[in-house]
């Protein structure tokens, strides 16, 4: 099945690149919002249909994805460029069904099904979507080894540069500790190649804060002041209670400031960053007391997270409050205010979060969003970096220089996770924290107003880029026209299981027989070997047969 597919310019470099390159593994870093999946879903229809130098195509593709929310929106996407992926493949269900193109999963879930997918990688396409989490548990990174050793090829994404702190991830290429792209797309770019990403603000907000420290002595210091890793984190956690008044001036700022951007583009939406799940609901607390307005709440932990978030993307409700949710790869286009009230502040998570805040909407003129942070020293040197770049994009293009040569310290996320864990059984407790005047990191104040004057002149429709169209093939595979639609294949699959599992309810209840016997004799009837390999026909005629039997009954 042939297919069209528009690229935008970097997309065509990447692919052109790593399709010339025929190097096993090829390292994508390009910035949120840019259209890695896009990139990424073209590569692999690429090498299902095309052979390679040596004649040989892939056969499958796989996906690893940081979250479960994030497989479902791989799934969709695929679905998009006529691909059919499993989101809910799992090691005991064996063979990947004949009419599925491939799996989504994991990094979580390759860590305990490694050997069961190092079989089927064998001939796969397999994309390693933000692939430094494959360094967030050294077992994960050893468990990738394994499972995508044997694969046919290897494409690595990343929204943001990384480097190695303990053990390098596996398929990357390293250099001098960082990790070496061999395509590099950053944010400095796609802002100088215009309606492709949106100009991210920083009004950052001072504060007086007072506090009881772990040992009981008191504290009381500005974000100005120097202090060491531990107080700085007692300072941070103070002025992101709610017991102060900080942190409810800042939401009061950024809800005044979504309520503007409604005014030109109704469905905008704002996101708050919270440090966990009491101060998640806290915070949607505040907001429905303050300005009537009950926030969606997305934590980790909640089964429900992923509808929740979908949901909130399709809906024109103006905030959500998200802890360890809301993070790369997520899509909401419409979010264009941000409040970081988390108390993570490493470079990653911070570029992470700024990551969902850049995704450009297409007829919407003015896409300036902003992200409201703690005037604190760490979040000002990422700020900082960032709006560098910015800046950049208006005069040149300079190469390698747009995300800033700032290294990614990882001992501040440490030393809080530390002291949160001191404080557990401690004296700490929140005083007063009070927010003083907020300043924009956007360079000097000339500059900074032609910049915005040449932002508010640049929205309108995206203009289509000519001569970017490339056809691919999509093998197709069986499935007919009933399979046309909205709908996924493997939703569709889901829905034929549901049934099936239905009427073997209704044949035991209405027959001597028990599950294991009518399950066997359905396999039969509709030439099913394992239900979990089964195709969609194979289900449907299952089904029937099912149906047919309840009907002589």
């Not at 390759?110 to 079989?119: C, D, G, M, Q, T």
Request: net charge negative; glycine share 8%.
């Amino acid at each position: 099945m042939a297919t069209s597919i528009r690229l935008r310019p970097w997309q065509k470099a990447a692919f052109e690149q790593l399709v010339a390159s025929g190097q096993r593994d090829f390292l994508a870093v390009a910035t949120p919002g840019a259209g890695k999946t896009t990139f990424a879903l073209t590569c692999a229809v690429h090498h299902l249909s095309t052979p390679d130098v040596d004649g040989r195509v892939a056969k499958n593709i796989i996906v690893v994805a940081p979250t479960q929310h994030l497989k479902t929106q791989w799934t969709e996407a695929a679905h998009k460029f006529g691909l059919h992926l499993e989101s809910e493949w799992s090691a005991r269900d064996g063979a990947l069904p004949s009419d599925m193109h491939g799996i989504v999963t994991t990094y979580q879930q390759v860590a305990s099904s490694a050997e069961s997918l190092a079989k089927i990688s064998r001939h796969a396409f397999v994309v390693l979507d933000e692939v430094h989490h494959a360094g967030d548990d050294r077992s994960w990174g050893s468990s990738v080894l394994t499972a995508f050793e044997p694969a046919f090829r290897r494409l690595a994404l990343s929204g943001t540069p990384f480097r190695s702190d303990s053990a390098a991830i596996p398929f990357v290429d390293y250099h001098l500790d960082e990790a070496r792209p061999d395509f590099e797309y950053g944010y400095g770019d796609a802002l100088a190649d215009r309606r492709v990403v949106r100009p991210v603000f920083f009004p950052a907000y001072g504060g007086h804060m007072e506090w009881v420290a772990v040992d009981g002595s008191e504290f009381s210091a500005s974000f100005d002041d120097a202090l060491d890793a531990a107080r700085s984190n007692q300072r941070l956690r103070t002025a992101l209670s709610l017991e102060g008044q900080w942190l409810g001036s800042i939401l009061g700022e950024a809800h005044a400031q979504l309520v503007t951007i409604r005014r030109t583009h109704p469905e905008a939406g704002g996101l708050v960053i919270a440090m966990d799940q009491e101060h998640a609901q806290a915070i949607a607390t505040y907001m429905k007391r303050r300005f009537g307005v009950l926030p969606t709440v997305a934590t980790s932990d909640d089964p429900f997270a992923s509808e929740k978030i979908s949901r909130f993307a399709a809906s024109t409700e103006p905030w959500i409050v998200a802890v360890r949710m809301v993070s790369e790869g997520v899509d909401i286009p419409r979010l264009r205010v941000g409040v970081f009230a988390t108390n993570t502040t490493t470079e990653l998570f911070f570029r992470q979060a700024v990551g969902r805040l850049v995704r450009w909407t297409r007829g919407i003129r003015n896409q300036k969003a902003f992200l409201f942070i703690p005037d604190d020293p760490r979040l000002r040197r990422w700020a900082s970096s960032i709006a560098e770049a910015r800046r950049h994009s208006l005069r040149k293009k300079q190469e390698d220089e747009e995300f800033g040569s700032g290294e990614f310290d990882d001992r501040d996320e440490a030393a809080a996770a530390e002291d949160r864990a001191e404080e557990q059984m401690s004296l700490f407790a929140v005083i007063s924290s009070v927010a003083t005047d907020g300043t924009t990191l956007a360079g000097p104040s000339v500059f900074a107003e032609d910049f915005e004057q040449d932002w508010d002149d640049a929205g309108g429709e995206e203009e289509d880029h000519a001569g970017l169209e490339i056809r691919l093939s999509v093998p197709v595979l069986g499935g007919g026209g009933a399979l046309a639609g909205e709908k996924t294949r493997k939703q569709l699959k889901s829905e034929l299981r549901d049934a099936n599992t239905a009427a073997v309810r209704d044949l035991v209840r209405f027959t001597s027989l028990d599950h294991r016997q009518v399950n066997a004799e359905l396999n039969r009837l509709g030439g099913v070997a394992k239900v979990s390999e089964a195709t969609y026909e194979q289900l449907e005629r299952r089904l029937r047969a099912a149906e047919a039997w309840l009907r002589r009954l």
